[in-house]
């Protein structure tokens, strides 16, 4: 079993940043694949960003050079760095792991950006 924590979310004005943490209770040393995604209200979940071992990363379209993934695996922390947000990017955002042919996933947090 593995347990994910998400924290970093809040409310910020557009234009502002914000930095997610997603806490994994395991190593993630031998976790190949890890990823954020996010849920806006009515829509679907969709992928933000992924971050492999090897350290290659895959970005949504609309995230591409505003958003940064990245893995701590002393900390067995992953984290997405968020800059320069719009109001489309509000949505609750939760971070995935895909060990041992399951995927695990967080309980989420709630990103607002508003004026």
């Known amino acids: 079993q593995v347990q994910l924590v998400e924290s970093g979310g809040g409310l910020v004005q557009p234009g502002g940043s914000l930095r997610l943490s997603c806490a994994v209770s395991?190593?993630?040393?031998?976790?190949?694949?890890m990823g954020w995604y996010r849920q806006a209200p009515g829509k679907q979940r969709e992928l933000v960003a992924t971050?492999?071992?090897?350290?290659?990363?895959n970005y949504a379209d609309s995230t591409k050079g505003r958003f940064t993934i990245s893995r701590d695996n002393a900390k067995n922390t992953m984290y997405l760095q968020m800059n320069n947000l719009e109001p489309e990017d509000t949505a609750v955002y939760y971070c995935?792991?895909?060990?041992?042919?399951?995927?695990?996933w967080g309980q989420g947090t709630q990103v607002t950006v508003s004026s």
């Open positions: 395991r190593s993630i040393f031998s976790i190949n694949t």
């Open positions: 995935k792991v895909h060990w041992r042919t399951v995927d695990y």
């Open positions: 971050i492999r071992s090897d350290g290659s990363r």
